[in-house]
T-cell receptor
Framework: QKEVEQDPGPLSVPEGAIVSLNCTYS??????FMWYRQYSRKGPELLMY????GNKEDGRFTAQVDKSSKYISLFIRDSQPSDSATYLC????????????FGKGNQVVVIP | DTEVTQTPKHLVMGMTNKKSLKCEQH?????MYWYKQKAKKPPELMFV???????INESVPSRFSPECPNSSLLNLHLHALQPEDSALYLC?????????????FGDGTRLSIL
């Protein structure tokens, strides 16, 4: 079983909708959880960085971590065409250092 | 613009060429990383430098040779590459190579091997 599962299926939503993305993981040793946004032909940009279970908000973005279920989510409210990108979940701590385990990434398209 | 700067943005080279990729950060970070990313895949770790010393080599072929001249610079020297090495090469940095240190990526060098 892969360490981090993220359904890579493309997601198309109308502008203004809520985008919901999630990842599951198999090993409870993961401690830190990240969401990166990657535009085409650019590098991954760190969006959210969380440690504890619960919610973390930053503007239109909310990251949710449920360590008991080994499940993390990213919600984007009032989605904009500029949110069209690939979203990668990543987590660290399993190896006792800063190695990142990535999900496959979700391509999101926000239609005007 | 990211705080991790990579040059060149694009590179086309033949299989017999020698070239170098450069990465620079001025955030005072002491850990720097090279990743390889193929289309529609997540980044794959290649090398980790911690305090200018190579700490991780993820079984990368010797045609890739990393170098860390100082705490702000990271190079990746390329020689005799294969067509399958065509990819986006990403550099990242973090405060240290330890837990609770998020990694920040540059925009990468898009490498094409003819």
């Amino acid at each position: 079983q892969k360490e981090v599962e993220q359904d890579p299926g493309p997601l198309s939503v109308p502008e203004g909708a809520i985008v919901s993305l999630n990842c599951t993981y198999s090993n409870s040793a993961f401690q830190y959880f990240m969401w990166y946004r990657q535009y085409s032909r650019k590098g991954p940009e760190l969006l959210m960085y969380t440690y504890s279970s619960g919610n973390k908000e930053d503007g239109r973005f909310t990251a949710q971590v449920d360590k008991s279920s080994k499940y993390i989510s990213l919600f984007i409210r009032d989605s904009q065409p500029s949110d069209s990108a690939t979203y990668l979940c990543a987590m660290s701590g399993y190896y006792g250092n800063n190695r990142l385990a990535f999900g496959k990434g979700n391509q999101v398209v926000v239609i005007p | 613009d990211t705080e991790v700067t990579q040059t060149p943005k694009h590179l086309v080279m033949g299989m017999t060429n020698k070239k170098s990729l450069k990465c620079e950060q001025h955030m005072g970070h002491r850990a720097m990383y090279w990743y390889k990313q193929k289309a529609k895949k997540p980044p794959e770790l290649m090398f980790v430098y911690s305090y200018e010393k190579l700490s991780i080599n993820e079984s990368v072929p010797s045609r890739f040779s990393p170098e860390c001249p100082n705490s702000s610079l990271l190079n990746l020297h390329l020689h005799a590459l294969q067509p399958e090495d065509s990819a986006l090469y990403l550099c990242a940095s973090s405060q240290q190579d330890s837990l609770n240190q998020p990694q920040h990526f540059g925009d990468g060098t898009r490498l094409s091997i003819l």
